[in-house]
């Protein structure tokens, strides 16, 4: 199941974050795809907020993960484009793709095939000034259930 919505400014994609907060539970996963600039960091920062996490989130671009402890649920937020020629063997991210917590991973592309079969992929993509238009779709039966609650309720 995949589809797409149009985020017309950053107040679109706070709600979004917002609602999607609301139906994510532990070991989750939501992988963010786009290229740079194109609010992967944001989205992540408006889906802490929606978990109750307060504080600075930033992009863990140089330390690869981000824990943040004090919501909802835990957040990992992961960023994998510095692991392209790498890969993630060995880094033991499966104690977070498989932990009691959400994963947020950017650039998920440089570490698919280290990816559970259950995960939500956003693909973003800028538009004019703030607008973003995002593509959705669910891999595995709870990726496939967050699409469908997506198209179904919020679509």
Request: net charge negative; hydrophobic share 35%; glycine share 12%.
């Amino acid at each position: 199941m995949s589809a797409t919505l149009n985020w017309q400014g950053e107040a679109d994609t706070q709600s979004f974050a917002h609602y999607l907060a609301s139906y994510v539970k532990a070991g989750d996963i939501i992988c963010l795809a786009g290229d740079l600039g194109a609010g992967k960091t944001t989205f992540t920062r408006y889906l802490a907020e929606g978990l109750g996490i307060s504080g600075n989130i930033k992009s863990p671009t140089f330390t690869i993960i981000r824990e943040y402890q004090s919501g909802r649920l835990p957040l990992y937020h992961m960023d994998a484009y510095r692991l392209e020629e790498t890969g993630a063997e060995g880094m033991g991210l499966e104690e977070y793709l498989e932990g009691d917590g959400l994963t947020v991973i950017e650039w998920p592309q440089f570490i698919e095939e280290d990816l559970s079969t259950n995960y939500l992929w956003l693909s973003i993509s800028k538009g004019q000034e703030d607008d973003r238009q995002v593509h959705f779709e669910g891999f595995g039966p709870r990726g496939k259930q967050l699409a469908r609650i997506i198209e179904e309720e919020y679509c």
